[in-house]
């Protein structure tokens, strides 16, 4: 089955700065690659996705970026604000076989430092 | 207003007893998931299920039972709760016809067992 691995765990920056978060995948047979963000206390909600026709996708600050040959995709956040400080999940599923199973990454908590 | 909705928000309970968890979606979704997760960590599948009468286990063994007998109803049911199924359960909903997977999840009840 896929297997996806999401680094770092922690994640500090100062406000205004870059963040970036980075995710491997297993199964080149993925082709959905969506990003949810937790805030404290709150349900996880998607705020980016990119599927595998896509090398590049941006949505005012934050951006997601695929690598196929690599297995590899990241997340990133410029212009950093503390609104930004929450759990993010990087996640993969193949919807090839019709009935697709998300695996999620373990997660990264990204604090923002005013 | 389609959402998400869980049942109860918080429950205590002592070892041992018999404990149903809610839930019930007005999205028009075929898929349903049930994940365990601690406060801002790792999100575990426990189960899921394509559609009425379909039910899947997840990759982690919860010593749960799930039901799919109506389309908008997933509830979770605890046979005998123990203090090691002390966490945060979150219910998510999803289109199913493949493509674009993207979860809604449920605002999660957070289980305390005694």
């Known amino acids: 089955g896929e297997n996806v691995e999401q680094h770092p765990s922690t994640l500090s920056v100062q406000e205004g700065d870059s963040a970036v978060i980075k995710c491997t995948y297993s199964?080149?047979?993925?082709?959905?690659f969506p990003w949810y963000k937790q805030e404290l206390g709150k349900r996880p909600q998607l705020i980016i996705d990119?599927?595998?026709?896509?090398g590049e996708k941006k949505d005012q600050r934050i951006a997601v970026t695929l690598n196929k040959t690599a297995k590899h995709f990241s997340l990133h956040i410029t212009e950093t604000q503390p609104e930004d400080s929450a759990v993010y999940f990087c996640?993969?599923?193949?919807?090839?076989?019709?009935?697709?199973?998300?695996?999620f990454g373990t997660g990264t908590k990204l604090q923002v430092i005013p | 207003e389609a959402d998400i909705y869980q049942t109860p928000r918080y429950l205590v309970i002592g070892t041992g007893k018999k404990i149903t968890l809610e839930c019930s979606q007005t999205m028009g979704h075929d898929k349903m998931y049930w994940y365990q997760q601690d406060p801002g960590m790792e999100l575990h599948l426990i189960h899921y299920s394509y559609g009425v009468n379909s039910t899947e286990k997840g990759d982690l063994s919860s010593e749960s039972t799930v039901s799919r007998i109506r389309t908008e109803h997933f509830p979770l049911t605890l046979e005998s709760a123990r203090p090691s199924h002390t966490s945060q359960y979150l219910c998510?909903?999803?289109?199913?016809?493949?493509?674009?997977?993207?979860?809604?999840f449920g605002p999660g009840t957070r289980l305390l067992v005694l």
């Open positions: 998510a909903s999803s289109r199913g016809q493949g493509g674009r997977e993207t979860q809604y």
């Open positions: 199964d080149s047979a993925s082709n959905y």
């Open positions: 996640a993969a599923s193949d919807d090839s076989g019709g009935y697709q199973k998300v695996t």
């Open positions: 990119i599927r595998s026709n896509v």
